[in-house]
């Protein structure tokens, strides 16, 4: 019935309740597609009408299943920071993860192993998540980010062109959040930058910089990717409905 791969680790943090209706198998509308009629991933770029690329899609990070989003060798902690990190890792398995609380806070989110969809329309492009069944809307109407943001579990979003990648700038994401599942934290000086790069139909590329001199001792960087999820949609997933997992969670 429910056969995406990564999806069966979703049961680490919640039992959730009745799924919606599931659109698999539905063609995929403008799906560039083989002689025998499978999907064709490495076909070209799709284009907008403004000549930009069209990342619009349902999308699947390519991570394994809930894996953290760096080395933490690799990151540039404030002793308070790493310490921090390493009593979470120590003691809270679970218990004290927001998302235990449907809280995924940013960029977890990206990371997670749910699809997530881009929508690419004017003026705005529209992030809808099957975790949690939320979203982000980046605006890329010219805006500017707020002076003094009101502070929101996914922030602020705004987004531009750089040639064919495009680059997303979020501030005001609430410090009670964390950034993945290692429990990294953030306060609320964070300016996230996400890059997307579309190789080809098929595949994103997906780049992360963390930017928190209230965290970590200068700005650090991940790579990600993302693969196209043919012939699907999004499912409903509500967090709080029939949640018998907290319970269970544990920690010292």
């Known amino acids: 019935m429910y056969n995406r791969p990564r999806m069966r680790t979703i ?50 990070a390519d991570s394994a299943p809930l894996q953290v989003i760096a080395p933490a060798a690799s990151i540039p902690f404030q002793p308070w920071s790493e310490k921090l990190t390493n009593d979470r890792a120590d003691g809270a398995r679970g218990k004290d993860d927001p998302a235990s609380y449907c809280v995924p806070g940013m960029p977890k989110l990206i990371v ?38 009101q502070p929101s579990w996914l922030g602020y979003s705004v987004g531009k062109w750089d040639g064919d990648t495009f680059v997303v700038d979020t501030i005001g994401v609430n410090e009670r959040t964390w950034l993945d599942n290692a429990g990294r934290p953030h306060s609320d000086a964070m300016h996230l930058t996400e890059r997307y790069h579309r190789r080809d139909f098929g595949h994103l590329e997906v780049q992360l910089t963390i ?32 949640n018998k997992d907290v319970p269970h969670l544990v920690g010292k």
């Not at 490495?42 to 899609?57: E, N, R, T």
């Not at 998540?129 to 809307?137: A, K, M, S, V, W």
């Not at 930017?211 to 699907?232: C, F, G, H, I, Q």
Request: aromatic share 12%; glycine share 8%.
């Open 211 to 242: 930017d928190d001199p209230k965290t970590y001792t200068k700005p650090w960087t991940v790579n990600e990717s993302a693969r196209l999820l043919p012939d699907t949609d999004l499912l409903e997933y509500i967090c709080s409905e029939n």
């Open 112 to 149: 997670l192993p749910y699809p997530y969809k881009i929508v690419q329309v004017p003026g705005m492009m529209l992030m809808l998540y099957e975790g949690f069944t939320t979203y982000r809307q980046v605006f890329t109407d010219g805006r500017a980010l707020p002076k003094d943001p």
């Open 11 to 60: 049961l680490f943090v919640i039992l959730c309740g009745p799924l919606s209706a599931q659109w698999f198998g539905y063609p995929t509308p403008g799906m560039p597609r083989t002689a025998d009629g499978k999907p064709n991933l490495s076909a070209p770029v799709p284009k907008a009408a403004d000549g930009h690329p069209d990342l619009s899609g349902v999308w699947s």
